[in-house]
């Protein structure tokens, strides 16, 4: 497919990432969820007081998110609503556009490239999620840039897609296990001799666990303990793997959902 052609689909597909996403935020009357707490976050970080709830330190979230979204409660206070829903429409598009970027630097042919985008693009969870003050969108974001960087020869490939690893771990901590089996493909299966291949690994990890230091650092100080993801732990993995829950799947009528004092 010539290159012009390639480019002007690649963008078509970008352009309907933009405008399936907006249109839902449209639909939804631009009102924004935040279940997670992350707009209290960046007002906290945007009156400078850091991550902080409730007055006190927290780790409880990563921190990268709200700060991304700082600068914007910052700049619109309590109607960052507007602000919020571009950054999740170029964070929707960009991610669009690096996934048909990685694939055919991946060595995909541009049908596949192409097909890859679109689905990137009407992907219903990525979709569903740019309407919420979540972590899906920036997170899918920096994971795709990561494979796209990795696809870059050599050392500086390797160095520039762990910080982007590590920035998605920012945002999202369970990426973690995820950039783990990147690098063990890498160096099993990457370009190169395979000397090569373990050092570039080695630098991969390296510069992941770099971008993660300073928030460790932070964590140290504010609460006293080396915290390299979040004081969140378990608490996903436990919601759904537990006694009660078991029950009320077992027990409730069918298309119930487990809510109330029992989930409490």
């Excluded at 012009?4 to 924004?32: D, H, I, K």
């Excluded at 950054?87 to 049908?111: I, Q």
């Amino acid at each position: 497919m010539p290159k012009v052609r390639m480019r002007s689909l690649t963008l078509a597909v970008v352009l309907l990432a933009v405008a399936v996403r907006g249109g839902l935020m449209a639909a939804s009357g631009w009102r924004f969820d935040d279940r997670d707490n992350y707009a209290p976050l960046a007002r906290a970080i945007a009156e400078g007081r850091g991550l902080e709830l409730r007055g006190r330190p927290t780790a409880y979230r990563p921190p990268l998110y709200p700060i991304m979204l700082a600068p914007i409660v910052a700049t619109l206070g309590d109607r960052a609503a507007p602000g919020i829903a571009i950054l999740h429409l170029l964070l929707g598009g960009g991610t669009t556009w690096l996934t048909a970027a990685a694939a055919r630097r991946m060595g995909l042919g541009d049908a596949r490239a192409l097909g890859s985008a679109f689905i990137t693009a009407c992907d219903p969870v990525l979709v569903a999620q740019s309407r919420s003050i979540m972590t899906e969108t920036p997170t899918a974001f920096f994971l795709i840039l990561s494979l796209y960087l990795l696809t870059w020869p050599g050392l500086p490939g390797a160095c520039c897609a762990g910080v982007a690893s590590g920035l998605a771990a920012l945002v999202r901590p369970s990426s973690l296990p995820g950039a783990g089996l990147v690098a063990l493909a890498y160096a099993v299966r990457g370009p190169g001799l395979a000397r090569a291949r373990l050092g570039w690994t080695a630098v991969f990890l390296a510069s992941s666990l770099v971008t993660l230091f300073p928030w460790a650092v932070r964590n140290r100080i504010m609460l006293g303990e080396f915290v390299w993801t979040t004081t969140h732990g378990g608490y996903t993995l436990a919601l759904a793997n537990n006694e009660t829950y078991y029950r009320n799947v077992l027990t409730a009528p069918p298309g119930t959902v487990w809510t109330g004092e029992e989930q409490k």
